[in-house]
């Protein structure tokens, strides 16, 4: 989900931009570089802010899909260098083409070429100020854990590496004699637990195992929320970090009473209708795309076109999921049954590693989309096969049926291989986290993410 912090950086980010090009081309024409003029001539009648705004705009939009808004923190200024050494060199590309377009939108060459280079060193010099100054030294939320755990030692140690999130371990109140616990001291648990945890004065008092604990425990923890002071499941606040859910903290009172994990009638409904609105433009669009991809297949490998296969979807109920047919015809006769594809699976053929590495081969389920089987964001459809093997070993994993499956999602997104069991919860914790958060601004930076992943080739196989 977009954060606060990120949002301010991109906003700074705009201004400095904006600002460098703008001071820069005033400062060209005052010295004679550039024809004399007003600054109000140049940005209102010149299409000098449009101009301007152009340039900013690219730049932004290369930070994104390089994941510059994903690292807020500045951890090697040369690797920074690198990253903007590509952005800009996409925005002098861009100004080029629009040349071609509209001559008028264009900023002028020394502007352009000076401008940059100022723009570059102030984007440096604002990321490492925002990093240090503004993210690490400011405004950290003090962190108390209550219980040692394996999974609140995951999140401290998170919070200990990452010091741009705001947040500081101030140490783990528990029972047990713990070792160096990550970012904080450990501390025995004392009678007065309540008088413990102010003099500690924690911004956030994280608790493990909440319904483990014992009820003078539970007594005291009542006096702390009743005070004020912030007391909550471990398991919100590695949410907030991870952005997925921690299994191990679900409980079956949760999925049975609580609605947290029932997404809202209004947000699925408008899922709906932008869902096959989204589709159907998709088609419209994209139809000579599929065409060519269907002629080159079946050129290569013959028929069928279209690789048709049994998935399941909301509720477990199954239907055909489509794709271009991307291996040979009898692949899994080869492997000897259903099997996931593989990094240069020998399964694919020359064709079918092309449109898997462009994901061409997804556009035929705009058609499950219309159909409405699928929308465009949700958990990735699984066989049968693979599902009922994967739920003697993760009981959770039908909880992805509460939603339709969708073209791409917010588990795919982040990249998961399935190659382990360990790495299948990881990606249903992402699963969960969508459910639990579903909404139209989730799937709309989903699909931002899902196109930065199509033009890096990042994760297909």
């Known amino acids: 989900m977009l954060r606060l912090r990120t949002i301010i950086l991109f906003l700074g980010d705009l201004f400095v931009l904006v600002a460098a090009y703008i001071l820069t081309t005033v400062l060209l024409r005052k010295v004679g ?44 200024t040369w690797s920074l260098v690198q990253d903007f050494l590509f952005v800009f060199g996409a925005a002098f590309l861009v100004q080029a083409f629009v040349t071609y377009v509209r001559s008028s939108l264009v900023l002028p060459r020394w502007s352009m070429l000076i401008g940059s280079v100022v723009a570059a060193i102030a984007l440096i010099y604002w990321r490492w100020f925002y990093s240090q100054l503004i993210v690490r030294r400011s405004g950290k939320q003090r962190v108390l854990f209550l219980g040692d755990t394996p999974l609140v030692r995951r999140v401290a140690s998170f919070i200990d590496q990452s010091p741009e999130r705001g947040y500081e371990v101030i140490g783990c109140i528990s029972s047990a004699a713990a070792e160096d616990f990550p970012g904080g001291p450990a501390i025995p648990l004392a009678e007065d637990l309540y008088a413990e945890i102010q003099a500690l004065r924690p911004d956030r008092i994280c608790v493990a195992g909440s319904d483990e604990l014992d009820e003078e425990i539970r007594q005291q923890l009542l006096i702390c929320s009743m005070a004020g002071l912030n007391v909550e499941s471990v398991g919100n606040l590695h949410e907030l970090l991870f952005e997925r859910v921690a299994i191990e903290t679900v409980t079956l009172n949760q999925l049975v009473y609580s609605p947290s994990f029932r997404p809202r009638v209004s947000v699925t409904a408008f899922q709906e209708i932008y869902g096959r609105l989204v589709a159907l433009i998709g088609i419209l669009l994209t139809w000579p795309l599929m065409l060519i991809a269907a002629i080159a297949v079946k050129l290569e490998s013959g028929s069928p076109v279209l690789f048709r296969q049994m998935r399941l979807g909301k509720n477990g109920v199954p239907f055909v999921f489509l794709k271009f047919r991307s291996m040979h015809v009898d692949a899994d006769k080869r492997a000897g049954g259903p099997t996931r594809a593989t990094e240069n699976d020998p399964r694919i053929t020359f064709v079918g590693k092309w449109i898997r ?105």
């Open 357 to 461: 590495l462009t994901r061409i081969d997804e556009l035929p389920q705009f058609f499950n989309v219309l159909r409405g089987e699928m929308t465009l964001v949700g958990p990735r459809p699984e066989m049968p096969e693979f599902e009922g093997e994967l739920v003697k070993q993760i009981p959770l994993y039908t909880q992805r049926h509460r939603v339709k499956p969708g073209i791409t999602g917010w588990a795919q997104i982040h990249h998961e291989p399935e190659d382990s069991i360990a790495n299948t919860v990881r990606k249903l914790e992402y699963d969960l986290y969508y459910i639990k958060h579903m909404s139209p601004l989730l799937d709309f930076l989903t699909m931002l993410h899902t196109v930065r992943a199509i033009i890096f080739r990042i994760g297909a196989r």
């Open 33 to 76: 570089v550039l024809p004399p003029m007003d600054l109000d001539l140049f940005l209102f009648l010149e299409n000098g802010a449009l101009e301007v705004l152009l340039v900013a705009g690219t730049i932004a939009v290369g930070l994104y899909l390089l994941g510059l808004y994903d690292r807020i923190r500045v951890d090697s």
